[in-house]
């Protein structure tokens, strides 16, 4: 699947909404990219698990709705190929750094 870009977006408790562009191929590739990219930044807050990101892939135009939990969720959960475990495992890596 061909990487897209995707904007990665949530608000804070204080009403500020944060977001940040990333390149993935998958929903939740775009997730975990954008979730690191934006806890990474000195302006965010810890995010929590009950967190409502927001995945806007930008061409085509969609947008997905994904919970921090889901997410976690995902990563832990089981894969159903080789390719898809190695990519939970590089993803939960990159987050976990």
């Known amino acids: 699947?061909?990487?897209?870009?995707?904007?990665?977006?949530?608000?804070?408790?204080?009403?500020?909404?944060?977001?940040?562009?990333?390149?993935?191929?998958?929903l939740y590739e775009a997730a975990v990219l954008g979730l690191k990219a934006l806890t990474k930044s000195d302006w965010v807050d810890a995010v929590a698990p009950g967190t409502r990101l927001e995945i806007q892939v930008l061409e085509p135009a969609a947008v997905h709705i994904l919970m921090v939990a889901q997410l976690t969720r995902w990563l832990e959960g089981g894969a159903k190929t080789p390719a898809e475990a190695l990519k939970k495992k590089q993803l939960k890596s990159l987050l976990a750094s």
Do not use: K
């Open 1 to 26: 699947m061909a990487a897209r870009t995707c904007r990665v977006s949530f608000t804070d408790l204080d009403g500020i909404r944060h977001s940040v562009e990333v390149q993935a191929e998958t």
